[in-house]
């Protein structure tokens, strides 16, 4: 008696043979993906969907199949950088994790390629407005994720109530691009000391 297509499927799917999983992302091509994006970024030449795809060794339709633009690309690729290089403590005292996240923050940016990769996206966003919001979103997310720290040492009562998070937010972030961009002092374990002791003063 001749088998039904479905009975086929069935019959295989017992013997452990996998379904076909569609559109589902291999890990390996992603992280190559990624990865190559900042590369690219952090050389400060052309950075297009086709010479990510290339430096990546992938086709052009893999990427657009996971992200909608180059944009996407770049900023799933700083954030996800970020997120793995820079934790966001809970200790149970401010002090230490705000130190943790400093000093974390200072050294990641400065290793390639994400150093070269921000320096790239910070100066060519002052005249492209894809490359302006796409840096906008970048920095938000790591302001929320610092404040959220910040947060945390207030409802424990290690802050004031009336402190402004916000304007503490834009201390540490002001004194990070200034000496990021500019080189004109170090951003090094004693710098995030010294303006996690401002901070708390």
Same mark, same amino acid.
Not at 66 to 83: I, M, N, Y
């Given at each position: 008696?001749?088998q039904?297509?479905?009975?086929?499927n069935?019959?295989?799917?017992t013997?452990? +043979?996998?379904?076909?999983?569609g559109?589902r %992302?291999n890990?390996?091509?992603?992280?190559?993906?990624?990865d190559?994006?900042?590369?690219?970024?952090?050389?400060?030449g052309?950075?297009? +969907?086709?010479t990510i795809?290339?430096?990546?060794?992938?086709?052009k339709?893999?990427l657009?199949r996971w992200?909608?633009s180059k944009g996407?690309?770049?900023l799933?690729?700083?954030a996800?950088?970020a997120q %793995?290089?820079?934790?966001?403590?809970d200790?149970?005292?401010?002090?230490s994790?705000?130190?943790?996240?400093?000093?974390?923050?200072?050294?990641?940016?400065q290793?390639?390629?994400?150093?070269p990769?921000l320096r790239?996206?910070a100066r060519?966003a002052?005249?492209?407005?894809?490359?302006?919001?796409?840096?906008?979103e970048?920095?938000?997310a790591?302001?929320?994720?610092?404040?959220?720290?910040?947060?945390r040492?207030?409802?424990?009562?290690?802050?004031?109530?009336?402190?402004?998070?916000?304007?503490m937010v834009?201390q540490v972030y002001?004194v990070f691009?200034?000496?990021?961009?500019?080189?004109?002092?170090?951003?090094?374990?004693?710098?995030?000391t010294a303006?996690?002791d401002?901070?708390?003063?």
């Amino acid at each position: 008696m001749a088998q039904t297509e479905a009975d086929k499927n069935t019959n295989a799917g017992t013997r452990g +043979v996998r379904p076909h999983t569609g559109r589902r %992302r291999n890990e390996a091509a992603r992280r190559a993906i990624l990865d190559a994006a900042l590369q690219l970024l952090g050389e400060g030449g052309p950075v297009t +969907v086709e010479t990510i795809a290339r430096a990546a060794g992938v086709g052009k339709q893999t990427l657009y199949r996971w992200w909608p633009s180059k944009g996407a690309v770049l900023l799933e690729a700083l954030a996800e950088r970020a997120q %793995r290089t820079v934790p966001v403590p809970d200790r149970g005292d401010l002090r230490s994790d705000l130190q943790v996240v400093l000093a974390a923050t200072f050294a990641g940016a400065q290793q390639p390629p994400v150093g070269p990769a921000l320096r790239t996206l910070a100066r060519e966003a002052a005249r492209d407005p894809q490359l302006a919001a796409l840096m906008r979103e970048f920095t938000e997310a790591r302001r929320a994720a610092l404040r959220e720290v910040l947060q945390r040492g207030r409802e424990r009562g290690e802050l004031e109530p009336g402190r402004d998070l916000d304007l503490m937010v834009d201390q540490v972030y002001g004194v990070f691009w200034y000496r990021f961009l500019l080189g004109h002092a170090p951003l090094d374990d004693a710098t995030a000391t010294a303006l996690v002791d401002s901070l708390l003063r």
